[in-house]
Nanobody, 126 residues
Framework: EARLVESGGDLMQAGGSLRLSCTASGFTLDDYVIGWFRQAPGKERVAVSC????????WYASSVKGRFTISSDNTGNTIFLQLNSLKPEDTAVYSC???????????????????WGQGTQVTVSS
């Protein structure tokens, strides 16, 4: 069974840094596009970043560009999201998702992915 598991969420102060991990089991991420989404309380889930393993394409939402960095490990099984200069508005449940690469760039909507993790909570205090 293909699964994604996120980890690394925590309670942080504004200005701090955090690294989230998204680890695949039951499949490898080499042929997949991986997206990071977040959902703040009372708001819709939105894409913040994505990484296309086959062509190494990266995308960031304007709200996180310059502060967040997406990367992969050497095994091809884990995708990281480095969160720097955290702000209270970054507080959300962060989830990763995957879809097999089909020549598409990173989908920006939830429907573009078919494998999801359970999410990890990031809370940023002011």
């Amino acid at each position: 069974e293909a699964r994604l598991v996120e980890s690394g969420g925590d309670l942080m102060q504004a200005g701090g840094s955090l690294r989230l991990s998204c680890t695949a089991s039951g499949f490898t991420l080499d042929d997949y596009v991986i997206g990071w989404f977040r959902q703040a309380p009372g708001k819709e889930r939105v894409a913040v970043s994505c990484f296309s393993s086959p062509d190494l394409y990266r995308w960031y939402a304007s709200s996180v560009k310059g502060r967040f960095t997406i990367s992969s490990d050497n095994t091809g099984n884990t995708i990281f999201l480095q969160l720097n200069s955290l702000k209270p508005e970054d507080t959300a449940v962060y989830s990763c998702a995957a879809v097999r690469y089909a020549g598409n760039l990173c989908p920006r909507n939830q429907g573009g992915y078919n494998i999801w993790g359970q999410g990890t909570q990031v809370t940023v205090s002011s």
